[in-house]
């Protein structure tokens, strides 16, 4: 960090004369008691933005401290206080600075610094202790104590799931640090067969702790195709819901019959808000839709690309794939600028209430029909990879995979070109409603 900044602190306080010492405090309070509530909503919760958040607190700080250095007033308190202290740290009982009483302080003007008062030679009001310099200069640091102190207090008792800071509430609405106020909802939707339990309960615990799914309440729905029971997979993961399935059409058919199963309640919910209000902002109805749904099997894959991309979710996301985005071409992944549209691989993504609405419910519901056909129909004569060619395993479940940007209309081949496997700028990586 530049010391350019502490530099022109230093002398912007040194050549400025000396104020009202309650002013000067307050002023201070004011500015500290800003950056870090700016800190607690953004700084914290941002990664692309931690890295230069401790560089500011401490030019912050060395400031503050500057500012109240260079004060003849505030300064002399602080030099005196600290002396103090150190002369009587081995004492007990409370802290008794001289008490000076005399005429109300007056300024001191920049001319007559050399010869300004000390804190024993300044007299102030003894009406309220406020007035008194050791309690200005430790008003002006106020907030870092608080910050102190909050830190301890959320890294011992309160769970990774941060609260938000009162700054959000003025602006929430302009900036994407501060989704919590928007009071969007988030469903976690896994389609379960026979992974690990521990790489599940990873993989969720990593979702959760995003913030933008951990000041949501999030509901977490299972899917259970395999031989687990629900009572032991519920147990085992700590989660919501736990729904048993026949073991047909791969994720996509666990996908797709949660989306029939939550469609009609949206629809009906967002036709009632309407009938009351021609343009509702938000239909809350726990039975449909959250806002946003994010889809997984037992685990997360490519992980690499994965966790990267699970952090840019936003208010704003209509749909974004946590595995490699690829262009694609007759349904064949080929090389870049070749492609007619985007696929992605793995099944894994997230996607807006807006979205999945966007389609009727008939699509959804006969692509089902076809992905979890019986035995015998003519889906089934098709082969694929990993055995496929069954109703447990269609071969189509393999294009449906690849197909989700097509179904949620997202798949501008652009988006395969700009976002590899090494981008993780959210622009370019999903589209947004």
Not at 13 to 37: C, D, I, W, Y
Request: glycine share 6%; hydrophobic share 35%.
């Amino acid at each position: 960090m530049s010391p350019l900044p502490i530099l022109a602190t230093f002398l912007s306080s040194k050549q400025t004369p000396e104020p009202n010492p309650v002013l000067t405090s307050l002023g201070l309070f004011g500015r500290n008691l800003a950056f870090l509530l700016a800190w607690t909503t953004i700084g914290s919760r941002t990664n692309d933005l931690e890295g230069i958040w401790l560089p500011l607190l401490t030019v912050d700080v060395l400031g503050a401290l500057i500012s109240i250095a260079v004060s003849t007033t505030l300064g002399s308190a602080l030099a005196d206080t600290l002396e103090y202290l150190a002369e009587h740290s081995s004492k007990r009982g409370d802290i008794n600075l001289p008490e000076p009483s005399s005429p109300p302080l007056t300024a001191v003007s920049y001319e007559s610094a050399t010869n300004s008062p000390t804190f024993s030679d300044v007299d102030y009001p003894s009406t309220s202790p406020f007035y008194k310099p050791r309690f200005l200069f430790l008003f002006s640091l106020l907030p870092f104590f608080l910050w102190i102190i909050q830190l301890g207090v959320m890294n011992i008792w309160s769970p990774p799931r941060n609260s938000l800071s009162p700054i959000c509430t003025f602006v929430s609405e302009h900036s994407p640090h501060c989704d919590g106020l928007n009071l969007g909802s988030v469903d976690i939707v896994v389609s379960y067969y026979d992974e690990p339990v521990e790489e599940t309960r990873i993989t969720l615990e990593h979702i959760l702790m995003l913030n933008f799914v951990n000041l949501r309440k999030p509901r977490v729905i299972v899917y259970n195709k395999g031989k687990k029971s629900a009572v032991e997979l519920k147990q085992a993961l700590d989660v919501d819901e736990v729904v048993n399935l026949e073991n047909l059409g791969r994720e996509g058919g666990t996908y797709l019959h949660h989306i029939q199963q939550k469609y009609n309640h949206s629809m009906d919910a967002f036709i009632k808000a309407l009938l009351s209000d021609p343009q509702p902002t938000m239909v809350d109805d726990p039975d449909g839709f959250a806002d946003h749904t994010f889809f997984f099997q037992g685990h997360l894959a490519w992980q690499d690309i994965g966790k990267r991309r699970t952090e840019l979710v936003t208010s704003k996301t209509g749909f974004l794939s946590f595995g490699p985005y690829r262009e694609s071409q007759c349904g064949f992944d080929v090389g870049t600028d070749t492609g007619d549209f985007t696929t992605t691989w793995s099944a894994q993504f997230v996607v807006s209430k807006r979205r999945i609405l966007a389609n009727p419910y008939e699509s959804y519901a006969a692509l089902d029909k076809i992905l979890e056909a019986p035995e015998g129909h003519w889906i089934h004569k098709d082969w694929g990879p990993n055995g496929s060619g069954s109703p447990s395993n269609p071969a189509l479940g393999h294009a449906v995979e690849r197909a989700w940007p097509t179904i949620f209309n997202c798949h501008d081949s652009r988006m395969a070109q700009v976002c590899d496997d090494t981008t993780w700028e959210a622009d370019k990586c999903q589209c947004y409603d």
